[in-house]
């Protein structure tokens, strides 16, 4: 009689151990569909891929210079006739670019001030003047009065690094000036120097 009443126990308890399996079993397998459905969507809702960004196309650059050849400098640029004068004797455009401010000089060829503004002078204050929309105003700004003066065509020379870098040659366009050409003159220190020692804990 006990024996008989061991035994039935020990049924009913392997059958809810495997009953209980199943349903965990179960369960697991239910939300790892859920996440791989939930991933479907996720992917089906998403933009298709972009052709220009997914891979670049090959280009051979021998055909592509042969191309542009005409936009690099050569022996003969200085006496390269743009709107009737020659390259050598063009206005050029300093940009002198900080975090801070940037300040737009305009010399003759010969390096004779001629025109200069900063955003500080354009009535930008405080922490607006390293803005580029400070630099863009400044631009457009110098651009008017360098017309003014006859100035049609120019050379850009840009120094130093900050926010107004691209808006100030963009806004002297915008004024109506021709851009021929545009320089870096940023400098760079080739043996700067040495950062500080780590602070110690």
Excluded at 7 to 29: D, E, M, P
Excluded at 75 to 81: C, E, M, V
Excluded at 164 to 192: C, E, F, H, Y
């Amino acid at each position: 009689m006990s024996l008989r009443n061991f035994s039935f126990g020990f049924l009913q308890q392997c059958r809810s151990n495997v009953l209980n399996a199943l349903l965990i079993n179960k369960l697991h397998t239910s939300s790892v569909w859920r996440k791989v459905e939930d991933r479907k969507e996720m992917l089906a809702s998403l933009p298709a891929k972009d052709e220009g960004t997914a891979g670049e196309k090959s280009i051979d650059i021998d055909t592509l210079m042969g191309k542009k050849e005409k936009f690099f400098p050569d022996a003969n640029t200085p006496t390269q006739l743009f709107n009737g004068m020659p390259f050598n004797e063009l206005p050029i455009c300093n940009i002198r670019v900080s975090p801070n401010n940037t300040i737009i000089l305009f010399t003759d060829y010969k390096g004779v001030p001629r025109i200069i503004r900063s955003c500080g002078i354009e009535g930008f204050k405080n922490t607006r003047k390293g803005t580029n929309i400070a630099a863009q105003a400044t631009a457009i700004t110098i651009g008017g009065k360098a017309i003014e003066l006859g100035w049609k065509t120019i050379r850009v020379k840009v120094r130093g690094l900050g926010p107004g870098r691209m808006s100030a040659i963009k806004g002297l366009q915008m004024s109506g000036l021709n851009i021929v050409s545009i320089t870096d003159n940023t400098p760079v220190s080739w043996n700067p120097p040495r950062p500080r020692k780590q602070r110690s804990l």
